[in-house]
């Protein structure tokens, strides 16, 4: 199915809450963009957004976002031009011009940094991104996986000072750019992995943005918890995602987090409501592996978002606190991230974990 | 005076010599460049030293080195071409040629590296470097200082992944360089400053590489400490430098010293010999700050060298043991450290210590 949207003053807020529904606990709080969003579309009128479909074959696209532990994004504040610099500094290296933007990863403000900029520049952007939700780095994205490089890539801060970063491997930039990100106070804006409009099509996670749109409404209208795990249901299904889990619901009685590195690592301890089992989620930015009385129940590569339980608000990662009374979605990815390349770069294994990938319990 | 000559395998150990005399304990042993540059010249005959007043005007010099904490240099061996492979991207980068090459600081190792390098890409290199010494940070160059940009600046590793970094100022370049060498396993060699021949003879410390063999030279046929210190004076006044002072004579008796944020950091005290009296010095890279009895008597920007009281090879650093005999000689700074402009960058409060400039003692 083809989906061709605008994103206007209507829809936006439904955007950032789907993006944060999405984001599995990473790619930062969205509320920030999303405010320079409402002004910047008041000014300048909606972001029009391409279906994959509808790039020519050569057409140059960019991907891009924000680098950094969430946690810091919550105290830095961003200009709203960041993503700007970071794309004009890769655009005068190649000596090229940018048809398109999209999104490294639609999780979180990372899905809304591209509309922010695509309208400063007056630019389009992809119905799609890198991830179909968020990842701790560089070389999870599918571009790289599936061989795009993902350099040269432009790194820069709110001041314009950057950083061009080229190597041979995904890995290899990535650890560049997390050391650049801590150098500009942890947190930097990041452009990458320059590719075709038939590139976007083969490897991209398909049209993530007006499912994310769709997802906010959805936990916008929701009366409870089960009723907004049945209404995902369809629209995640339809967009190549398996159908949601109830993974647990409870309350957070333990969090342990620190900015290790750039990013910020930790675990959280869930009590279910009749404090008959706990829940352990580990973090890094992103929320990674689930375990019950020591048992796997849902590992990276697939999803494991967080809502409030009361107001079935998603809840990113820095946002956890004591007392939350939460509710663990798992959703299983999308077909592009089950392959044994893409599981290389994204298993429990690629992020340091002594754990094997675990089909999510409750699924079919 | 000036001074034109080659550097071949007859002084090439004089010359390497003379860097680590005139280091301030930093810029890295030179024994693995010196190696390198011993096959190289070799292969290719000696490397060509040009007079700064030999430069035309408008001729393009590229001022390079080593980036790191010099402890690390001791384990991680460079490849030797990663000075070529700094100068290439720089040069790419900014669509230009490099006619000369010219140290970023004569101190150490880092005062070898432009000769292999430019002995690789059939370049000559200045006699003179930025800093006359060595120093922990790009912002304390003297190109810097005068007004020359730090950026475009290319920073690599062994295997020629690389990052070009672009600031308003030294300072932050020096800050993305330090984490760019840290993502590159703690080392990585630069290439900045392009300037013109014209900017070399206004900014550069001049005729250094040529006093470096001198040095040697001097170390070598040296019989004892006071007869090193009467030998290099007037070698060091002819070149702007101050007369050399015997700051202390001791045995090592206390180190620490650990690497913070891409630096070797720490302090030593040394022992005199009658043990009446015990100098501290404080590190960073380089020797900073020498104290005796809760006084300084010498702090940057003079220099501080340290040398084996037996051997009178020089110490840099990363070599410092317990209970090493050695020499501690101070040498008041050329007239461009000496200047408001340099100060502001190289006295003791641009390296956080609470202590301000204290005028060697025991000089005129």
Known sequence: MKRSMKIDRDNLDDLALGTAFISTGGGGDPYLC??????????????????????????TIMSMGGVGAPMIGSEKLPNGFEGVYAVRKLEEYLGIKCDAL??????GGNGLVPLLTGLHMGLPVVDADGMGRAYPATQMETFSIYGISATPMAAVDEFGNGAVITTDDSTTAERILRQVSLAMGGQCTAADHTMTGRDVRNYA??????????????????????????????????????????LFEGKVIDLHREMVGGYDVGEFVIASFDD????????????????????????????????????????TSERLRYGLRIGVIGIPAPALYKTPEAMAFTDPRAFGFDIDYTEMAGTD
Not at 34 to 59: F, M, R, S, Y
Not at 102 to 107: K, L, N, Y
Not at 277 to 290: C, F, G, H, R
Request: proline share 5%.
């Open 34 to 59: 999303q405010l320079a969003l409402h002004a910047a579309i008041a000014e300048k009128g909606p972001v029009q957004l391409i279906d994959p479909d509808d790039l020519d074959d050569d057409a």
């Open 102 to 107: 999209i999104a490294a990863e639609i999780g």
């Open 205 to 246: 996670i398909r049209n993530t943005v007006s499912l994310s749109v769709e997802l906010g409404r959805v936990v916008r209208r929701s009366k409870d918890f089960a009723g907004l795990l049945e209404a995902t249901g369809p629209l995640l299904v339809d967009a190549g995602y398996g159908a949601p889990v109830n």
């Open 276 to 315: 008959s089992q706990q829940m352990t989620i580990k973090v890094q930015n992103e929320y990674l592996i689930a375990i019950v009385n020591g048992q796997c129940i849902a590992t990276v590569p697939d999803l494991i978002c967080v809502v409030d339980r009361e107001t079935l608000l998603p809840i």
